[in-house]
């Protein structure tokens, strides 16, 4: 297994580089975590969402709470990184469009996310806003080399708050790189967050948040801070 990283969001190590392009986020991937959010868990086409480069946060870096919200979520993500370009990509050849993983967090404003629900409205801003994406450094392996990772965990303040194995997504890797090709052509540099496990919980200013994935070389690290006034 390569032991090279490359760090978000343009990310160079030992002359390698590797560009964000775009962040594809998936909903609800975890039957548990369906159940929680009050949802049928039965499998269903996968959905979809964006979010900006903007969104993007390095590791060890601080999350700043949004001043516009007072229910912030973690949600605990294994993050794939797309290596070449392809659209329809068939399931026999999907395995080969992996560059590398990381372990991210879709940090989610979920009062924001509910009033837009109620009214109608897209939720973009309760999952797009400005350092929303933590995310690790890219460990490149190909699909294959996953398999020797165990669980995510995140701990917040030293206690264990999610807990799931990869292995457990309703759309595994392959298939959720099939699924969102057809409807858009995926690129060199893209960035798909693999849906979160049960236990999302609120965050607030002054924790601590460690998210992993067991045999993983790098944790990833933030404290939560408040917004300057």
Known sequence: MSTRVYQLPVLQAKGASFGVN????????????????GHDPEREPPFFFFKPQSA????????????FSQQVEH????????????AQ??????????????VGLDMTCRDRQKEAK?????????????GSAPCTAILPI????????GDLVLTRNGKEVQRGNWRSMVWSVPELIVEVSRY????????????????VGPVQPGDELVARLEGFPEELRLRVVAAQA
């Open 22 to 37: 775009k962040i594809i986020c998936i909903g609800r991937n975890y039957a548990e975590h369906a159940r929680e959010m």
């Open 56 to 67: 993007l946060a390095q590791n060890h870096r601080d999350f700043i709470y949004p001043h």
């Open 75 to 86: 949600e605990l993500e294994l993050v794939i990184a797309i290596g070449k370009s392809g």
């Open 89 to 102: 990509i068939a399931a026999a050849d999907a395995a080969d469009y992996v560059f590398g993983v990381a």
């Open 118 to 130: 109620q009214l109608g409205r897209p939720w973009e801003l309760a999952k797009g806003f400005d």
């Open 142 to 149: 190909t699909f294959s080399e996953l398999s020797q990772f």
């Open 184 to 199: 858009i052509k995926l690129d060199a540099g893209d960035l798909i967050f693999t849906g979160t496990p049960a236990g």
